[in-house]
């Protein structure tokens, strides 16, 4: 394979740069059959689980980390993928209303839980107030930032700076310095 | 990285945890600790038993408070009944990020057994009991084989009892190079502290001279006198001296 020219071959799968067609093909219909599972002593097992608000079904191995079922399985890109160690928050999604690292958490542990990924945030004050205020620049660690912040503003609705910065302390930005993120909390 | 392949077992009692373990499997409590291991594939068990299955309740009977192992950190941070000991809440802001004590699990702190655990500490200054599937035991327990820690108990804090829980980490949520559990109450003191990587422990001879009146800067000391180092032993110092100040020590 050259290194030019060759096109990706999976462009157009659900979620890869495209929005995934609401409804059209079954969340978990795969081009090719699934991978077969090589030596693995562990038996795939079936999933459910109500993600932002639609269930959904997956097929997944024990080893499967939440954030690769939420990617690679149901198309949701929109979580991010960073250090897979629980050291930088960018794949925060909340599992039952809860702030929790998708990396952290293996896919065959929320059967039958409410998922909510930064597709299913509701569009409101909070990303706006980040627009507004240049709170992000590469956007990577935004979805992140967006859904431990909703958790935390649910129950500390007028945070001072310091609480802020504590409750962000798990979510690492290496674009904006935090000033405007901070800044577009309080001015949400 | 991905985890290795490994076989899945959840369970919902104590009992079938114990049947379900192996000799190559881990115990999946609240996996905040455990599978940043396996990620890195640090740890490749044949099986893990997932425990989350097995209720966990904070309940307070006769003054004595019980903590089930898999209570979730932010269920105790949030806890009504646990209020009564604001100790836990004091150490429990410092340990990893709200999203990470969403999931980790109190009893998983302690059988994780990482010196530098901050509840470990607390739970050390406030003479906690810890029930485990075998015994109990007044220390933080070293589990055998096969054993797994159940409960947790406090006993009631004396009257009048104030606390605080300092400590020095490089970056916040990060595990602490040094830190300070400190309970006062008329005629009681308790300090534990841990620092260079050594487990929390008491710091009897700060805690005896606090009883005879000793200053905010005598006490200290005397518990900086506990490990070994030049920089440990002014980290604890200060840690000590300020957890004191925040208990309200004259």
């Known amino acids: 394979m050259s290194g030019f020219g060759d096109p990706p071959p999976d462009l157009d799968r659900p979620g890869f740069g495209t929005p995934a067609a609401a409804g059209d093909d079954p969340p978990t219909a795969p081009a090719v059959p699934p991978a077969p599972v090589p030596e693995s002593p562990a038996a795939t097992a079936r999933v459910s689980a109500r993600v932002n608000g639609e269930l959904r079904t997956a097929e997944v191995e024990p080893r499967t980390l939440l954030s690769d079922c939420l990617r690679h399985q149901l198309g949701l890109t929109g979580t991010k993928v960073g250090c897979e160690d629980g050291t930088c928050g960018s794949c925060t999604v909340q599992l039952d209303g809860e702030p929790v690292l998708a990396c952290l958490t293996f896919a065959i542990q929320v059967d039958q839980a409410q998922i909510t990924t930064i597709e299913g945030l509701p569009p409101g004050r909070l990303q706006e107030s980040f627009h507004e205020h240049h709170a992000l620049q590469c956007g990577f660690c935004t979805a992140g930032m967006l859904l431990t912040l909703d958790a935390y503003l649910r129950e500390h609705p007028e945070p001072t700076d310091a609480q802020l910065k504590e409750a962000l302390a798990g979510n690492l930005c290496r674009c904006t310095g935090y000033a405007p993120i901070i800044e577009a909390v309080r001015n949400r | ?250």
């Open chain 2, 1 to 250: 990285m991905k985890p290795a392949p490994f076989e899945y077992v959840a369970v919902d009692s104590w009992e079938a945890a114990v049947a379900a373990l192996t000799d190559d499997a881990q115990v999946l409590a609240g996996g905040q600790s455990l599978v940043p291991l396996l990620n890195r594939r640090l740890l490749r068990p044949t099986r893990l038993v997932d425990i989350n299955g097995i209720p966990g309740l904070i309940r307070r009977t006769d003054g004595v408070l019980r903590i089930g192992a898999t209570v979730r950190q932010a269920a105790l941070e949030r806890s009504v009944v646990a209020e009564h000991w604001p100790l836990l809440r004091q150490a429990l802001r410092h340990v990893g990020h709200p999203a990470t004590r969403s999931r980790g699990t109190v009893g998983g702190s302690v059988a994780h057994a990482d010196p530098r655990a901050e509840l470990v500490c607390a739970l050390t200054a406030l003479d906690a009991r810890y029930e485990t599937t075998e015994r109990v035991v007044e220390g933080p327990p070293v589990l055998a084989p096969r054993e797994l820690l159940v409960r947790i108990e406090l006993p009631p804090l004396p009257p009048g009892a104030h606390t605080a829980f300092v400590e020095h980490a490089r970056t916040r949520g990060d595990f602490a190079d040094a830190a300070a559990a400190v309970v006062l109450a008329p005629h009681h003191a308790a300090i534990a502290i841990f620092a260079a990587g050594r487990a929390a422990r008491r710091a009897p001879a700060a805690e005896r001279a606090l009883r005879d009146g000793a200053t905010v800067a005598e006490a200290a000391a005397l518990a900086a006198e506990l490990v070994d180092g030049d920089h440990p032993r002014a980290l604890v110092a200060e840690v000590t001296r300020r957890a004191l100040v925040q208990a309200g020590h004259a």
